[in-house]
C-alpha cells in the first residue's frame, strides 16, 4: 500500500484539546465546562481507559477537589482513608531511627491528607467530566502535533492503527485522526512524547537546566 492509496485523515473541531487523562487533564477539563458549559473539550488518553497508566497510591492534599468540586465530601468517592499518623525515620545499615516530627518542615506534615490510588481517582473525575459534556477518548494515544500556518499549536494527531512492527500500513490500515482545537492543553506527564516535540520545535529547553532526578527519600503508605 502506498501512501497514496492511504485513506485521507478525518478531521474534528473543537474548541480546546486536552491531551491525558491524569488528574490535571481531567480537573481541567472540568473546569473549563464549568465556566463555559457550551465549550466543546475533548479528552485523548493512551491507555485502554481512564487510570490505566496511573498505577501508583498518593497521598493528596483536598484543597484542590474542595474548591474544584465542593460537594465531594457529601458523595461516594475513592477518596476514603485519611492520614492519621506520619512516621519519619532514618534509615542506615544497622536499621532506622525514628525522628521527632516536629524538627521536620511543615510541608512534610500530611494532617487532613487522604491516602488514595490516583488510578480510581481518574476514573472517578472522568465520571464527573463526561457528566458535564466532556468527551473522553481513551485508547488514543497522541502522536504527532497540528500546526497552524501561522506556526503555532492547532491541535494534535491521534496515532494510526493497523500499522507493522517496522511502521508501515498493514492490510486493515486506519489512519488516526485529527484533532483541531483553538487551545490545545498538554497534561501527559512529565516530558511526555508530545511534549519533548514542543521542546524542540520552540526551544523551550534552550538556556534551561536540564531536569535532574535524585532519590532521597522512601515513604510507605
Request: aromatic share 6%; net charge negative; hydrophobic share 40%.
Amino acid at each position: 500500500m502506498s501512501e497514496t492509496d492511504l485513506p485521507a485523515r478525518e478531521a474534528m473541531e473543537f474548541d480546546v484539546v486536552i491531551v491525558g487523562a491524569g488528574p490535571a487533564g481531567l480537573s481541567a477539563a472540568i473546569r473549563l465546562k464549568q465556566i463555559n458549559p457550551e465549550l466543546g473539550v475533548v479528552v485523548v488518553e493512551k491507555g485502554s481507559e481512564v487510570g490505566a497508566h496511573i498505577l501508583s497510591g498518593a497521598v493528596i492534599d483536598p484543597i484542590g477537589l474542595d474548591r474544584l468540586l465542593p460537594e465531594w465530601r457529601n458523595e461516594d468517592t475513592p477518596i476514603k482513608t485519611p492520614v492519621t499518623d506520619d512516621r519519619f525515620y532514618w534509615l542506615g545499615p544497622a536499621g532506622g531511627m525514628r525522628l521527632p516530627n516536629f524538627l521536620l518542615p511543615p510541608l512534610m506534615s500530611n494532617h487532613g491528607a487522604f491516602v488514595v490510588s490516583l488510578g480510581n481517582v481518574c476514573r472517578w473525575l472522568a465520571g464527573k467530566a463526561e457528566a458535564l459534556g466532556v468527551e473522553i477518548y481513551p485508547g488514543f494515544v497522541g502522536a504527532d502535533l497540528l500546526i497552524g500556518s501561522d506556526g503555532e499549536v492547532a491541535g494534535v494527531v491521534t496515532g494510526d492503527m493497523g500499522t507493522g512492527r517496522d511502521g508501515a500500513p498493514g492490510p486493515n490500515h486506519q489512519p488516526g485522526m485529527e484533532l483541531r482545537a483553538k487551545y490545545t492543553l498538554f497534561a501527559e506527564g512529565c516530558r511526555g512524547h508530545l511534549g519533548r516535540k514542543l521542546e524542540d520545535r520552540f526551544g523551550l529547553r534552550a538556556g534551561r537546566d536540564p531536569q535532574v532526578y535524585g532519590i532521597g527519600l522512601k515513604e510507605a503508605w
